[in-house]
T-cell receptor
Framework: DGGITQSPKYLFRKEGQNVTLSCEQN?????MYWYRQDPGQGLRLIYY???????QKGDIAEGYSVSREKKESFPLTVTSAQKNPTAFYLC?????????FGNGTRLTVT | DQQVKQNSPSLSVQEGRISILNCDYT??????FLWYKKYPAEGPTFLIS?????DKNEDGRFTVFLNKSAKHLSLHIVPSQPGDSAVYFC???????????FGTGTRLQVTL
C-alpha cells in the first residue's frame, strides 16, 4: 500500500533545540516537498527536491535545513534559528502528478 | 505577496445545494490549477485539476471553472453532502511538474 509516512504525528520541543521531522515515501516519486500550515496562511513551501542529492529553497526556508540522500526520504530539520517553529508540517511527493501528501507532524515548541 | 487568494475564509451550505468556492491568482505564468480538500490533522487530498488550455473540468459532483482573463477559478460541488465539510485549498503552478503555490483555504460546512 503506497503512501507517505510522516513521523511522529505530534512533537514537542524546548526553544533552542533543533528537531528533525521524518518523511518517507514508497510511491517511487522523484520530487518531494515540505510545506508548513499556519492558521489563516494556507500552505507555504519550505524546501523541495526534484532529484536525489539536490534540493531548492522554497518561500520560507530560513531556519530550516533538509537532505535528500535517498529517493524515499526527505527529512526536515527545524533549527533554533527558526523564529516561529510551532506549526503543522506537511510532506508531499509527486512525479508529474498532483502532489500526494502525508498526514503531517504537529510541532510545538515552548 | 499572496499570488493565490481565497477571499472567503468560510462558507456554509445546506445539504443538497450547490457549494461554490472561489479562488483568484495574480501570476499570469500559472497554467495549472488544482483543488485540494483537507480534514483536520490530516494531509490535503487531491480533488480535481484544470489546465489553462481548458475552461472547465468535471469529475462527478465536482466541477472546476477557469476564467483566464479574470485570473479566477471556482470549484462547484453539486449536490453538497455533509462529508464535504472540510477546508478546501486552491493551488496553482507553472506546469504540471512544478511546485505548487497554495491559497489560504476556505472552510466549507455542509449543514443538514
Amino acid at each position: 500500500d503506497g503512501g507517505i509516512t510522516q513521523s511522529p504525528k505530534y512533537l514537542f520541543r524546548k526553544e533552542g533545540q533543533n528537531v528533525t521531522l521524518s518523511c518517507e515515501q514508497n510511491l517511487n516519486h522523484d520530487a518531494m516537498y515540505w510545506y508548513r500550515q499556519d492558521p489563516g496562511q494556507g500552505l507555504r513551501l519550505i524546501y523541495y527536491s526534484q532529484i536525489v542529492n539536490d534540493f531548492q529553497k522554497g518561500d520560507i526556508a530560513e531556519g530550516y535545513s533538509v537532505s535528500r540522500e535517498k529517493k524515499e526520504s526527505f527529512p526536515l530539520t527545524v533549527t533554533s534559528a527558526q523564529k516561529n517553529p510551532t506549526a503543522f508540517y506537511l510532506c508531499a511527493s509527486s512525479s508529474n502528478s498532483p502532489l500526494h501528501f502525508g498526514n503531517g507532524t504537529r510541532l510545538t515548541v515552548t | 505577496d499572496q499570488q493565490v487568494k481565497q477571499n472567503s475564509p468560510s462558507l456554509s451550505v445546506q445539504e443538497g445545494r450547490i457549494s461554490i468556492l472561489n479562488c483568484d491568482y495574480t501570476n499570469s505564468m500559472f497554467d495549472y490549477f488544482l483543488w485540494y480538500k483537507k480534514y483536520p490533522a490530516e494531509g490535503p487530498t487531491f480533488l480535481i485539476s484544470i489546465s489553462s488550455i481548458k475552461d472547465k473540468n468535471e469529475d462527478g459532483r465536482f466541477t472546476v471553472f477557469l476564467n483566464k482573463s479574470a485570473k479566477h477559478l471556482s470549484l462547484h460541488i453539486v449536490p453538497s453532502q455533509p462529508g464535504d465539510s472540510a477546508v478546501y485549498f486552491c493551488a496553482a503552478a507553472r506546469g504540471t511538474a512544478s511546485k505548487l503555490t497554495f491559497g489560504t483555504g476556505t472552510r466549507l460546512q455542509v449543514t443538514l
